[in-house]
């Protein structure tokens, strides 16, 4: 400090000595440089660069200064008050670039982890498929007719022919319902849905109908107590076993492939009669498995042929008994197992998938079944 220095308080003229604001700065830069976020270096602004801090309060005091000393003076403190401002400002862009940079860091968004969506769920497989069986039949002008699945006894059996020994009605096979004496029981195959069709529509008819069915029968990965069928039925003038075979053989390459045929194996059923098995030939491999052991085929077990359904001309006790006159009208019907059906078609290789209500299931096979 120089030129002259009497006239004035001592103590002010330290506040305002090269030294005393030398170490102000100091204080100052140390401080911003130890605040390390926004908060810490707004408190120190305001202790070292505020109305109150020492700095400020050392300029109050130039204007007490006899005026040949303040040019000097207020030369150092604006260079020391330009100091502080200019730490200030370098530390603020410091710390809120490294602010900036732990919230990146902090808040980052890792597009490529796994989410948790919402889980989506799936139409089951087998009401796809039975959408997609009932399609064929709609497309050929058929209607899709519904019956209950608690049944009279009388439909699911005495109006389809069946004598009253018949061994199926034997309580190891069909679910009766108590009380046994109102002769209901939960249905052992779509067929009643004939007598109903009968009973309540007129000739010609043509219907197709899904749905649940019930047997007194293990619970395990080929057989349900509870599995679904679709019935046809066409009752009309001049229906012969040739129609059958036209619209199976039809059903059958809507389902499986152009290429597909069938093959009927006589059999037996009350309500049908002449009756037959009706046999898919394999649609993976036609046939070239058979007797070919480096072709294997899991689809038919190398058999060419895969057991689909029950069929037949109905029986004119059937159409009596619906009151239609058998002189005059004639029909075909047929049956097959929808869950089977998926299990081949679709390669599902356990029944209980059907009814355990695994989402998983139904989204495996999402699309597939149509
Ligand atoms: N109802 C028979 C069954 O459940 C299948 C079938 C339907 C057979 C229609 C012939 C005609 O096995």
Redesign the pocket.
């Given at each position: 400090m120089s030129g002259p220095n009497d006239n004035y308080d001592p103590k002010q003229v330290s506040a305002l000595s090269a030294e005393s604001l030398d170490a102000m700065v100091a204080d100052a830069v140390a401080a911003f440089a130890a605040a390390d976020t926004v908060a810490a270096l707004k408190d120190a602004r305001l202790a070292h660069a505020g109305d109150r801090s020492p700095i400020a309060l050392a300029n109050r005091e130039i204007g007490s200064l006899p005026p040949a000393a303040r040019k000097e003076v207020g030369q150092r403190m604006g260079q020391a008050r330009a100091r502080i401002a200019a730490a200030l400002q370098a530390r603020q862009d410091e710390v809120a670039a490294a602010e900036l940079a732990r919230d990146l860091v902090a808040e980052r968004v890792d597009v490529t982890l796994p989410v948790e969506l919402t889980p989506e769920g799936a139409q089951h497989p087998i009401t796809a498929l039975i959408d997609r069986m009932c399609d064929v039949f709609v497309a050929m002008g058929w209607e899709v007719a519904e019956g209950p699945e608690l049944e009279a006894e009388w439909l699911n059996f005495d109006a389809l022919n069946f004598t009253p020994d018949h061994p199926s009605r034997g309580e190891t096979d069909t679910l009766f319902v108590a009380p046994l004496e109102n002769h209901l029981l939960m249905r052992?195959?779509?067929?009643p849905v004939?007598a109903r069709t009968m009973l309540t529509r007129d000739v010609p008819i043509y219907v197709v109908c899904p749905g649940k069915?019930y047997r007194a029968d293990e619970f395990d990965a080929t057989h349900l107590p509870v599995f679904h069928?679709i019935?046809?039925?066409c009752v009309d003038k001049g229906i012969s076993m040739a129609h059958l075979k036209g619209t199976l053989d039809h059903f059958a390459k809507a389902m499986f492939g152009e290429e597909v045929s069938t093959r009927f194996r006589p059999h037996y059923?009350p309500?049908?009669e002449p009756?037959a098995e009706v046999d898919l030939e394999c649609f993976v491999c036609h046939g070239e498995s058979v007797g070919n052991p480096d072709r294997p085929c899991r689809t038919c077990k190398s058999e060419g042929w895969i057991e689909w359904?029950?069929?037949?001309v109905v029986n004119p006790r059937v159409l009596i008994s619906a009151g239609i006159d058998p002189e005059v009208y004639s029909g075909?019907?047929?049956?097959?197992?929808i869950d089977r059906t998926l299990m081949f078609r679709n390669n599902a290789a356990d029944l209980r998938d059907m009814v355990e209500g695994d989402v998983r299931f139904a989204r495996s096979l999402k699309g597939v079944a149509r």
């Open positions: 052992t195959h779509t067929s004939q069915v069928q019935e046809g039925l059923f309500f049908t009756s359904g029950g069929c037949g075909f019907a047929f049956g097959m197992g």
